[in-house]
Every structure is written in C-alpha cells, then in structure tokens.
C-alpha cells in the first residue's frame, strides 16, 4: 500500500521505521513473502497481526529479523514461518553479547558439502577456492595474503584482502583463528560451522551462517599457516 502522507517524501530510511518506530514491513512478490523487522521495536502487535493474516500470502515465507545484525530465516510451510515468529517474539528481550560462534562437529556427518568433503578427504582445496592465511611467528596473528576467486569471501566481500573477514584485530577475527592454531600444532585438518554477524558490502550487519574446512599449509620461504575453504549453509547453531 502507498506510505502514510506524512511519510511519502521523507527521507527516513527503512531501519529506521522498523527500529525506532516499531514498523513490521512485509513484501510480497512472486518469488515469496518476507516479514522485516526489529526484535527490539515496540511491534508485538503488528507481529501478530502480520502471523494472523500470513496464510493469505504465498509462500515460501522469509522471517527477516534485526538483532544485532539482520538474520535471514526461510520457511515453505505457512505454519512453521507462523510459530517461528511467535518464537522470536518470547526471545525479544534478549541482548547478544558475543557476535561470533563456532562450533566443532562431526566431520562423517551426511550433510557436508562436497567441496567440503573433498577438502577433508584429500587434505588439500583446489587454490581458486581457498583462502591463505600465514602465520606471523613474531605476533602469533594469521594474516590473510591471498582470497581465491572462487571462495566464499570473494562472492560476498571480493577479492580484497582487507575486507571485513579478512582483518586481523577484532572479536571476529579472535574467534575464528583459534581453530588456525590448533590446525598448525597438530598438522592436521579441522572442520567446524560459524555463525557470525559481519558487516556487508553495503554497510549492513548480517548473520552469516557456514562450514569450513581449515587445512595445514606451508608457504614460501617455509612459513607456517592454513588455507580455509568455507562455505555458506545451514549450521548447527541456534541464537535465537
């Protein structure tokens, strides 16, 4: 429906609407209908309404939902989207106060990724689809020297090599490399999934949720260090 008139030629960006004033934006489009907003907003209301009346909408359904960083959720069937949302808003007066997690799971699961599975199996990734990162001994940091065309950092962030992911210094970065370590100690390939909140492209701050495989490696002039190779998909890790 057109914006209120008081709204039709303000400059106020979405976020806003949805943060401060308690906004729920649902889109409906022939690939689906998405459900937007703040978990901490005064919305409660309009969250339920929007659940009354979504089975008049066509799936699937999106839940797109602010804490934190923006979290992306995709349901085909109308009632689990519906008792998702009722979920989140009992959850809605938690505070997040870690923005990286990683756990350890069971490399002989059935649902790994190829790419993944392949990496495990054979020790070693194709380079187009990894990542470098050298260890510097004087610092005990990882430093990414090189982003394969095909990673999953170039489809998102790019081939640069100081892009948000690829910065040494932060809780991201602090978090992640921990498993780097241990790789290198024991030469010996180690497989996890990640949920992390990470500033995109355009500025915005999403949960990305993916697998990787870190592999031994040793570079020029025989320095120590790994090569990840990731990929973006479901993990078993639940926030929320």
Known sequence: ??????????????????????????????GGTQIEWSVFAPNWASLYFAMEWLHTYPGPYTLRYY???????????????????????????IHLTRHTFVTEVDPYRANIP???????????????FGVDCVLDESSGKFNVERVGQKSEIARLWGLNPVSFPCLTGHSYDQVVSAAYRKVVLTNKPHYDHVCA??????????????????????????KKGVVVVSKQSPVDIKIL
């Open 114 to 128: 190829d790419l993944l599975k392949s990496a495990l199996s054979d020790g070693e990734v194709n380079p187009n």
């Open 197 to 222: 909140a990470m500033e995109a492209r355009d500025a915005n701050v999403i949960w990305f949720t993916y697998q990787r495989v870190i592999l031994p490696h040793r570079f020029t002039d025989n």
């Open 1 to 30: 429906m057109a914006p209120h008139e008081t709204l039709a030629h303000a400059a106020t960006p979405d976020f806003q609407l949805l943060d401060r004033q308690g906004f729920v934006k649902i889109t409906n489009t022939s």
């Open 67 to 93: 804490l934190s960083g923006w979290f992306d959720e995709k349901y085909n069937d109308v009632n689990a989207a519906r008792n998702r949302i009722d979920i989140i808003i009992g959850k809605s007066d």
